[in-house]
């Protein structure tokens, strides 16, 4: 029986056919493991993953390995992209175990879910000390059926130690000055001044670290800040992490050889290029940097371009694998260049120029070779036009190749990402094209992930929405996504919907100390109830929600929503110090939560120029986590416009914190002033 082949998930699709019997994740699973007497193989992947490929190919399509796995194992495949929180639960249990964790995660448990015995990728044949998947299935099918109270034992003992971990804010109050300056000082000393990255030879974007030094230089002058967050985003931009032709950016970059060249994890997420496109605006909002911009746009397009739906939505992912174009399926076949491929699709002369701007060499530096794409030389102002046409060039032959495969599921908390990104990339700008794409996504959320009302839904695809509800997240990301585009636009009905969602962040997700659970009180319950403070590849749901409730505390003045944000911080005083890279948002809502965050109303009709000139400047200032709301005075969508007149008949913004307002101004650079201290 195929129970796969109805799913909305891309990554459970790709399973569909396999000879192993797989089971969705549900009840009924692990029914049938209690009626047979069987332990259960979890196996949690995602569609971009390269060694879940590689795995699948290896053992969950082979005739002889299914064969075992459905006679000994109820086998359960999991898209962690649709259900975190069954990953982060299990994932914590991996970690513990072997002080390491990734995907495909293997998990064997008991048919009452408890794990007993945990690993990653298991080769198809013993490698390098690491036994073949078969082996390991034996041995856990022999320890089963001999040693069943040792498994058990072992798989309470660990169910009771993952249940014990509940995270409540840290009696260390909330983030101070003294917090902040820890974090920029250890923040120092990890990074590599040689290269402008942070130590170690895996490279993660630190999108979140990025947006904290930013805040922190606005805030409070900090030179070391400013250009750590330039050498950061410099070095990204001009190494392989960064797509030197179609714009965005991959999912890290190792450095695996000894002459130290960087080369990436293929895979593009929306969650990766979100981000940075926002911490890439930002750079240039506060620096005016000339490739920030253009980092930040072409980001944009990328988004926009690769990822958008027929329905609006933005798309998770890129397969890092494709064809070679002879019949291979390679990672990073569709992103690298040979000089003879080069030639081909720039002629003799643009193809020397390219190889030298990109780096191309004739031994390679990825497979048989071919090179991976980065800045060996910044063009000059008379160079630009001339690279300009070589990426336009070497583009149009790319798409001639076969593409990655898309993961074109829409996932809430990264739509919400992407909407605050394109927002203000497109206000900053002028790109109403961005805004518009934005808007059109956000309907998108509120047509079929809101689902009238109870709930948020965390994926769907064509237009169909999954059984999943969303996570705290979702919540937290998508309101984020509909307060940047409320102070964008000026539409306070994003406000609303924000609100909305937030009260249930307060309702569902939040306990009785103030600490924040990644699922809803009612959600199913799993052997534990998952939550974690620490920023992954994305903003954790704890701190993503801190900063949606303190921005939107900011626009209505609502003391709930304050004591909500408040009472999440506590954990940044604890962890910042100690660990800024994990925890880089929510140092970022800590500098917002130290600067107020200052409240901007604009009031002023949407077509007088004066208005306009004052938002633009608005919408310009760096100031923390500062709100914008807009519009005619006494405006009912935005609280923050109640008794805000005109000035002697003139537009006027009025600079305020907890709704206590500074004297108005009608003179955009005294606004910019305001907003710069």
Request: proline share 6%; with cysteine; aromatic share 8%.
């Amino acid at each position: 029986m195929n129970r796969l082949a109805g799913v909305t998930s891309p990554y459970l699709l790709q399973h569909a056919d396999n000879p192993v019997d797989w089971w969705p994740w549900g009840p009924e699973a692990f029914e049938e493991a209690k009626r047979r007497d069987v332990p259960v193989l979890l196996s949690v992947g995602y569609s971009a993953c390269h060694w879940c490929h590689v795995m699948a190919h290896e053992s969950f399509e082979d005739d002889t390995t299914a064969a075992y796995l459905n006679e000994h194992f109820v086998s359960i495949k999991v898209d962690r992209e649709e259900r975190p929180d069954v990953d982060s639960v299990y994932m914590d249990a991996v970690q513990a175990a072997t002080g390491q964790g990734g995907w495909p995660m293997t998990v064997f448990m008991t048919p009452d879910a408890e794990p007993f015995y945990f690993g990653t990728y298991f080769p198809p044949e013993p490698r390098h000390g690491t036994p073949s998947f078969l082996e390991v299935l034996d041995g856990v099918r022999t320890a089963w059926e001999g040693r069943r109270d040792e498994v058990s034992e072992v798989a309470a003992k660990i169910t009771r130690d993952l249940a014990e971990r509940v995270l409540t804010p840290s009696a260390a109050g909330l983030p101070t000055e003294e917090t902040q300056a820890q974090a920029l000082l250890q923040l120092t000393r990890d990074i590599d001044p040689a290269t402008g990255w942070f130590k170690g030879d895996t490279k993660f974007p630190p999108s979140m670290v990025v947006e904290f030094l930013l805040r922190h230089h606005a805030r409070t002058g900090s030179v070391a800040a400013r250009e750590m967050a330039e050498g950061l985003c410099g070095a990204m931009a001009r190494s392989s992490l960064y797509d030197q032709v179609g714009g965005g950016f991959h999912r890290y970059v190792l450095l695996p050889r000894p002459e130290g060249t960087l080369v990436p994890h293929f895979e593009k997420m929306l969650y990766d290029n979100a981000l940075l496109c926002r911490a890439y605006a930002h750079l240039w909002r506060e620096t005016g940097s000339d490739q920030a911009r253009r980092v930040a746009l072409e980001t944009a397009d990328f988004i926009v371009r690769e990822l958008r739906t027929s329905e609006g939505g933005f798309a998770s992912a890129l397969d890092a694998d494709s064809d070679d174009g002879g019949g291979r399926h390679v990672e990073g076949a569709y992103y690298v260049w040979t000089p003879g491929q080069l030639v081909e699709a720039l002629g003799e002369e643009d193809a020397r120029h390219a190889a030298a701007h990109f780096g191309v060499t004739e031994e390679g530096t990825f497979e048989e070779g071919s090179s991976v794409l980065m800045l060996a030389q910044g063009p000059g102002v008379a160079d630009a036009g001339r690279i300009a046409s070589i990426r336009t060039r070497l583009l149009a032959a790319r798409d001639r190749r076969e593409r990655p495969a898309r993961d074109d599921k829409v996932v809430a908390a990264w739509n919400g990402l992407t909407i605050a990104a394109l927002a203000e990339t497109g206000a900053y700008f002028d790109r109403p094209d961005l805004v518009e794409r934005a808007t059109e996504a956000a309907d998108l959320l509120v047509r079929l992930h809101m689902d009238g009302g109870a709930r948020l839904t965390r994926t769907s695809r064509d237009g169909r929405a999954g059984a999943n509800s969303g996570v705290l997240e979702d919540y937290a990301d998508v309101a984020e996504g509909f307060l940047a585009l409320a102070g964008v636009t000026g539409e306070g009905v994003w406000l609303e919907f924000a609100g909305f969602l937030l009260d249930l962040v307060l309702d569902k997700f939040t306990g009785e100390g103030g600490e924040l659970y990644d699922t809803a009180h009612d959600a199913e319950t799993l052997i534990r109830r998952p939550q974690d403070p620490t920023d992954s590849a994305t903003p954790s749901g704890w701190t993503a929600a801190a900063g949606a409730l303190l921005s939107y505390a900011a626009q209505t003045g609502s003391a709930a929503h304050r004591a909500g944000a408040e009472g999440a911080l506590g954990v940044v005083a604890a962890l910042g110090p100690r660990a800024p890279r994990f925890i880089g948002w929510g140092l970022a809502t800590a500098e917002a939560l130290l600067d107020g965050p200052r409240e901007v109303a604009v009031v002023g009709a949407p077509d007088d120029d004066a208005a306009r000139a004052l938002r633009r400047t608005a919408l310009l200032g760096s100031a923390p986590g500062a709100v914008l709301a807009f519009g005619t005075p006494d405006g009912d969508e935005f609280p923050l416009l109640r008794d805000r007149p005109l000035v002697d008949g003139s537009p006027a913004a009025y600079v305020c914190r907890h709704f206590t307002c500074e004297a108005p101004t009608t003179d955009p650079a005294e606004l910019a002033r305001k907003l710069s201290r």
